[in-house]
């Protein structure tokens, strides 16, 4: 099981970007998945949780700006980012939990990270 994150780039204060994450391998089923951020120095957080059941969680600094959404059929998730912030530079990973896949199970799995810079 592999998760790759996309989309992170370089843009100016007030901007958006949209990153995806896309689950590949033999999965049965994955619960609930998230996006999760570490910047420079700092320790890594949790950004927004989507549960199995539609359950939005958001991370306070990020409320109001950023949305998760999730293409089941594509085992896919995505973080809509608007108005953003010097300080939401960082290195954005994203995370699946109990992954399901032929013969196998995985309490969580982890992407890459995807670098995501706001600066003018």
């Known amino acids: 099981v592999q998760l790759q994150a996309s989309g992170g780039g370089l843009v100016q204060p007030g901007g958006s970007l949209r990153l995806s994450c896309k689950a590949s391998?033999?999965?049965?089923?994955?619960?609930?998945m998230g996006w999760y951020r570490q910047g420079p120095g700092l320790q890594r957080e949790m950004v927004a949780h989507l549960s199995a059941a539609g359950t939005t969680n958001y991370a306070d600094s990020v409320k109001g700006r950023f949305t998760i959404s999730r293409d089941s059929a594509k085992n896919t998730i995505y973080l809509k980012m608007n108005s953003l912030k010097p300080e939401d530079t960082a290195v954005y990973y994203c995370?699946?939990?109990?992954?399901?896949?032929?013969?196998?199970?995985?309490?969580?799995?982890w992407g890459q990270g995807t670098l995501v810079t706001v600066s003018s």
């Open positions: 391998g033999s999965i049965y089923s994955i619960s609930g």
């Open positions: 995370r699946a939990e109990d992954v399901v896949v032929t013969a196998d199970y995985y309490l969580d799995v």
